[in-house]
């Protein structure tokens, strides 16, 4: 059964790819192929939706850490600490209906919380002789919370619905769009929870309602995870084009290396097509890319990372097969590609068969 769960987001998703009409960036890409196809009299072969499926989190239990229980009974400290009301009223609080199935997030600011009443607790106490034993036990809780820190904030990222939908692969690319796109506001958010993580134990986590608030600013935004999409789709589209002009003999087609009429079609191509549409619209993923793949690589090293989540991060940016990194290869080929097939023909800028828009 949970194998055909996984199935349905792929089956919906190929269902609106045929369905309705494919997004700008699709159809510009697409037109771009076309026309690059048939002047080459090549064939090339359309971006495959179900290529999307490594770019999402695999399943929540191979992602969530074990955390030993706490074997000193929290609640036996309550008449203990008559002195330390901050501290009872955080014992208090986790052993409330609430408190016993509160999400990871605000488990991971509990804890920060907790640790800050047992220092103030154990700073209090450290004057009274008779409560030694009552200090070795706040001291005993608060090396375990610490040590168990790494994997509760790691919990409370892999089972936030906010933070797996940003990070997974959405069914529409970035938009088409003559002005610059920006999602700073959800990458700083995911740069402020990687240093969360970076930062702890020294630094103990934020309180619930910071916490709360960049994992709602994850979910507010949907360019993460069309960001995803975009690179995917260019990345195949590219990939495809340089492999027709790569199969393309410059002897055939401007056989005097000179410019031919069908080179000069092609150069048409090159100028209002790919200069003219695609161009831009890679840029605006090179704008949003680098600081989202430079945050990505910052949360993977985090320390205590667990091997699926490490793995699910690493296939989007970090390592050089992963998405990010096969895109600016396909950008660079590509650019190579063309360079080579127009430098034959004399067609390049600074050629004497090279015709811009401005020159008619």
Known sequence: MSALLRLIPFALLLALYGCQRPPEAQRQMDNYL?????????????????TLAPYRFGPRRERVLSIAPLRIGLLDLIVDTNDCRELQQRISERNTVLGKVMPWSHRLAYDGELLRA??????LLAKQDDKEALREQLAAIAASKTNSLPATYWNALN?????EQYLRFADQPLPVSANPLTDQTAIDALSDLARVGANLPHALPPDRTTLDALFRTLQRSQQGSQLITSLAQTTHGLQQATQMLQATEARLLCPLQAPSARSKILLNVFVLFYAGEIQPYLAQLQRRGQPWAATIAELRAVPGIPPATAEALERLAVTESSLWARYQAAVAEHTQAWQDLLGACQSQPGQ???QGPADG
Do not use: A, N, Y
Not at 37 to 44: A, H
Not at 159 to 163: H, M, V
């Open 34 to 50: 076309d026309r690059v196809g048939r002047v080459l009299q090549q064939d090339w072969q359309s971006f495959q939706p179900e």
């Open 118 to 123: 047992l220092q103030q607790c154990t700073t």
């Open 159 to 163: 089972t936030s619905e906010e933070f």
């Open 352 to 354: 004497s068969g090279w």
